[in-house]
């Protein structure tokens, strides 16, 4: 589904990522973990075409990103909250994505019915602007808004940062649920090792733009990371 | 204490993140300074000579006292808009050992350092200094002075009042509009005249100066008020809570006979509607719309077809200059949303053509009355319309490509100038200028007729052009698409 070829991206000579190769299959849950400033944002921005590569590309259902925009339409994503329009409300959101992805209203109504768990009562309704809302909230719309539109591919930064507990615990059954059931491939990036071992089912460890290890998650997974990053 | 908090507010100042990019900004801010410096300086100077001449039997001292009530009046509305209470970013020092008293005292005490406050001694010293080599006792005009300087203080202090009871209106500027409103209406309908009181007390100051400590107390009543209000904003759940206004949701069906571009129309109207900064871009258009009555009723200006041109296009195009500039950065905040979704730019800019032309129109036909002036202008106005329409919406779009500024929508509107660029200043050359440079030259050459014909004909030929003129700029937008959301992802 996603091939990485021989990327790499400098800043100032800066070596900041360099991803010789990296293949992730359709439905893969796939998870990216790595101290701050390992690669893991510049590589999802990359995906998302947000910047442009040093050398190399990334092809999604080879549709290289950077030269066609025709992986738009099954893609979607959320890395920070310049995701968000702030001065609109949750559902005028939900509903100007939607628009966007060619769904009505009742298309997405209906998928906001499924979360209404997720939601917990503060968001929607709420006749409050995005702006307003506390960074958790914030990350809940984001996060829904993402799959709005059944995309193929969903890629979600720090998922889990921000959110109460309650609400990392339904979050890790969306995406579980998404990928298993659904066959979307879902990338993720994360802090908490925890978190993503439950989560993904392959683990990807970023150091200084470099992989150091690629690991298909099982019961010895989260100590074997505990242990890498512990020194 | 003091000392730290001024070396806080120094590095503030030096080491802001606009700091020296916004140069040219402050450099502009500071010859409007001046003009205003020279503009008081001057009024000191010749209003002593001035009012002998036209007055030759009246005191010109007794003058001024008399109007010394409209002057505070106007004041007071001049700074509700511009004056804002320099608040420190106070949360960091709240957990530290320092009282909440100092706190308050040293914003409070900042605010009497305001130009403002230093722009009416421009003017009070140099007519003080006239009066006193005129023979005036010296004692009683410093006194006279002395309760000016007093006067402004207490303006200073009332407007942060006034303005604190502002911010919790849902219409910010009634208070103010009430309050001098009234004070307005009470005087000019001899209910109270407040015209006389005043100036029957500066009088009085004059004659003696001890007075002035009626108007010391009334200062420190103001500023003891200040400090309450101030000290009671400074916990977390009150003043320094960022405010949370309610949502008037409208669901502005209409916008789908616009067709594909339906979401972006509905989100840019919200975008307008729902933001200080560019709220403030609707007042203007009253603005726009009236600017031609400062020129019209004037017989000059009447003789001056070639300038009728320009009005139409400011007044009918005010809203695509104002809101036009700061295209694509009004969006700035969610540039990385619209750049991975799935959408095409073209609608994305179409979008704001289609806002910008409606905006001309509708100026358009609320600018006919002008038709009372003569046909001419109404004629040229048309034309300007056209070009507008034709030609400039194009230009600023195109010029939009170049913006590499963010703004921040939730900041205040006046005098803000950021994402302010070179580009807003060129751009103005070719959206003002020059449909005014071609105007007057076939004006000279040929006539009037001829000349709104061409800048019409130029409109036209943009509209037929709309088409391929969209792909050019959608072509230039796509290219400068990294170096967009790398500008906009800039925390400044």
Known sequence: MITTSNLSKKYNNNLVLNIESLDIPKGQSFGLVGNNGAGKTTYFSLLLDLIQPTTGFIKTNNIQVNESEEWKPFTSAFIDESFLIGYLTAEEYFYFIGELRNQNKADVGALLSQFEDFFHGEILKQKKYLRDLSKGNQKKVGIVAALIGNPEVIVLDEPFANLDPTTQIRLKGIIKDLAEKKGVTVLISSHDLMHITDVCERIVVLEKGEIVKDLATNKATLKELEAHFTN | ?492
């Open chain 2, 1 to 492: 204490m003091v000392k730290h908090f001024l070396s806080l507010e120094w590095k503030s100042f030096l080491r802001s993140a606009s700091f020296g990019k916004s140069l040219g900004i402050k450099i502009f801010m500071g010859f409007i300074a001046l003009y205003f410096i020279i503009l008081f300086l001057g009024m000191g100077l010749l209003l002593y000579p001035g009012l002998k001449k036209t007055f030759p039997n009246k005191d010109p001292l007794l003058i001024v006292n008399s109007v010394l009530f409209y002057w505070i009046l106007a004041d007071l509305i001049f700074r509700f808009f511009f004056q804002k209470l320099p608040v420190m970013s106070v949360k960091p020092l709240l957990q530290l050992p320092i009282k909440r008293r100092d706190i308050v005292n040293f914003v409070l005490g900042k605010s009497a350092l305001s130009f403002f406050n230093f722009l009416p001694l421009f003017a009070i010293v140099p007519f003080g200094i006239t009066l006193i080599v005129k023979d005036y006792p010296t004692s009683a005009v410093l006194g006279w002075m002395i309760g000016l300087v007093l006067v402004t203080l207490i303006i200073n202090f009332l407007n942060f009042i006034i303005e604190s009871f502002s911010a919790e209106t849902e219409l910010s500027i009634l208070p103010i509009v009430l309050l001098t409103g009234g004070l307005y209406a009470l005087n000019h309908f001899n209910i109270i005249s407040f015209n006389e009181i005043i100036s029957n007390g500066f009088n009085a100051i004059y004659n003696a100066p001890l007075l002035n400590l009626t108007l010391l107390i009334i200062l420190g009543i103001l500023y003891w008020f200040n400090f309450k209000l101030l000290r009671q904003k400074l916990f977390l759940d009150s003043g320094l809570k960022t405010k949370i206004k309610e949502v008037n949701a409208s669901n502005l069906e209409w916008t789908k006979n616009f067709g594909d571009i339906a979401p972006f129309m509905k989100l840019d109207l919200k975008l307008i509607w729902r933001n200080k900064r560019t709220k403030s871009s609707v007042w203007m258009l009253a603005l726009g719309l009236l600017y031609g009555l400062f020129f019209y009723p004037q017989p000059t200006y009447q003789n001056l077809p070639w300038f009728f041109v320009f009005i139409g296009v400011f007044s009918t195009g005010i809203f695509l200059i104002n809101f036009g500039q700061f295209i694509p950065a009004w969006d700035s905040g969610y540039y990385k949303l619209l750049m991975s979704q799935n959408i095409k730019y073209e609608q994305y800019l179409k979008s704001k053509f289609t806002l910008m032309s409606v905006s001309v129109i509708i100026l358009f036909v609320l600018g006919i009355p002008y038709v009372f002036f003569g046909w001419k202008i109404l004629l040229a106005h048309f034309a300007a319309a056209i070009y507008n329409v034709g030609v400039n919406t194009h230009v600023i779009l195109y010029g939009g490509s170049f913006n590499r500024k963010k703004i921040d929508l939730s900041q205040k509107a006046a005098f803000n100038y950021q994402g302010t660029g070179a580009v807003q200043w060129l751009i103005g050359i070719p959206l003002l200028i020059l449909p005014m440079g071609l105007f007057a030259l076939f004006y000279f050459l040929v006539g009037f007729e001829v000349a709104c014909l061409i800048i019409a004909v130029f409109g036209v030929a943009g509209i037929v052009l709309h088409q391929k003129l969209m792909r050019v700029i959608t072509a230039k937008y796509l290219e400068s698409k990294y170096k967009m959301i790398n500008a906009f992802d800039e925390n400044k």
